[in-house]
């Protein structure tokens, strides 16, 4: 379908517009910031798109910081995600957040 794929010409305009990504780092292959183009973010998401778990990541130890909210950082258990696909534990993901992995240092 040629929609999805056009052709730009001169004098062609492309608007992108501005979006806060959300940060990983520690236990993940590909730390960094993210941007949720395409849909909605889930912590299940920001991960793949940081390529995984590291060895050493603890699954069951990921923080959520919530940039506009104060007080404790949200825990997820993603090991209880993929082993009983608790649905919980795969929330969406807010503009500015932070995700982190613990790792072992493996």
């Not at 941007?35 to 590291?54: E, H, I």
Request: proline share 6%; aromatic share 8%.
């Amino acid at each position: 379908d040629a929609r999805q794929d056009p052709i730009v010409e001169e004098g062609d305009q492309i608007v992108v517009t501005a979006s806060e990504g959300m940060m990983i780092y520690g236990g993940v292959k590909q730390p960094g910031v993210y941007y949720p183009f395409g849909g909605k973010m889930t912590v299940v998401r920001l991960v793949s798109l940081a390529g995984g778990f590291t060895e050493g990541a603890k699954r069951e130890s990921v923080l959520v910081l919530r940039k506009d909210k104060k007080g404790a950082p949200i825990p997820v258990n993603m090991k209880a995600f993929s082993e009983t696909g608790d649905m919980s534990q795969n929330f969406e993901l807010m503009p500015g957040d932070s995700v982190y992995v613990k790792d072992s240092g493996l």
